[in-house]
């Protein structure tokens, strides 16, 4: 397959059930694609926040990342993958990984690298456009049986089922209350460089609805990603959310979203919990485009079997 899921049609990521707190009551197949609900949450959601799926071997000298580790002096360190092979995304035939030499939130343990050190790995990494790769959680790293393969291209096949036939449907709940809020979002005027009454004006506007989108809950979930794709500039490039994570060093998370889609991404991560592509602070081209595609197939098994 040509780049698929983040980078060709930029993502067949999903993982729809992991995150959402709040059950959906489902709707009929008419209001979504509903390509079966998957096998296994756990890789779904792995697949979601993931761009190249691979195999491949691990070439990595035995105690040299527990070394790293111990030594705490933070930094990344590279992992060597040989005779790679993708099962989805565009990938060369061998790559470096960067892995953050500390114990991490959701971060490839050093015990778990060494064990699989020589050995044929099935790996879930993020990297776009020549970006360097990352792991994408703690479980991108895994042995390369031919059940967790088979399992893989299942999964692969499905979201991709969804991306081809994914259509936005004007009567979801709350399609008409997003569409009104983001042509509010739209219509608000660009302030002068030196206009700060102007700016402040634009800022509390913004502010505003943002916070009657978010208001709207899970329940706005599929309208929003329904309209998601949205690339007209925000007027004043900027939006914050309270922060609801219990580890949280920070109370408010501040970003600077460019576009339209990048501020409602930031919306259905505050609402939803996931956040498959970070583009709160702009990106790429193909980062909103995998930000898009990945919010879609979550919506869509959302709909689907309400979970």
């Keep these: 397959m040509k780049r698929i899921f983040r980078p060709l049609l930029a993502t067949t990521f999903a993982g729809c059930f992991a995150a959402a707190a709040v059950t959906l009551q489902a709707v009929s197949a008419s209001a979504a694609v509903c390509a079966g609900k998957p096998a296994d949450p756990a890789l779904a959601l792995l697949f979601m926040e993931s761009n190249v799926v691979a195999t491949g071997t691990l070439r990595v000298a035995k105690g040299e990342v527990t070394k790293a580790f111990d030594e705490g002096q933070g ?8 005779g790679v092979v993708s099962i989805a995304g565009k990938i060369p035939p061998r790559i470096l990984v960067k892995v953050y030499a500390e114990r991490v939130p959701y971060g490839v343990p050093p015990e778990q690298v060494e064990r699989l050190a020589g050995k044929p790995v099935l790996v879930f990494l993020r990297g776009l456009d020549g970006d360097p790769y990352f792991f994408a959680n703690e479980e991108a790293l895994q042995p390369a049986t031919q059940e967790a393969i088979e399992a893989a291209k299942v999964e692969r096949d499905r979201q991709w089922r969804i991306l081809k036939a994914w259509r936005a449907d004007p009567s979801l709940p709350h399609y008409d209350e997003v569409r009104s809020l983001v042509s ?7 302030p002068a460089r030196d206009d700060d009454n102007a ?3 634009v800022r509390d506007r913004q502010r505003e609805i943002f916070a009657e989108l978010e208001g709207l809950g899970m329940a706005a979930v599929p309208a929003i990603v329904a309209q998601l794709d949205d690339r007209r500039p925000l007027s004043f490039p900027e939006i914050s959310l309270v922060n609801h994570a219990p580890d949280a060093f920070e109370g408010i998370r501040h970003y600077g979203p460019d576009q339209i889609v990048d501020a409602l991404a930031a919306i259905l991560n505050q609402i939803a919990g996931p956040s498959f592509e970070s583009i709160y602070n702009g990106g790429s081209e193909a980062d909103r485009r995998s930000a898009v595609y990945a919010w879609r197939i979550y919506a869509d098994d959302l709909l689907c079997y309400g979970e």
């Design 75 to 82: 930094g990344y360190i590279d992992l060597r993958i040989d």
């Design 184 to 190: 509010d979002l739209a219509a608000i005027p660009k």
């Design 199 to 201: 700016r402040d004006a």
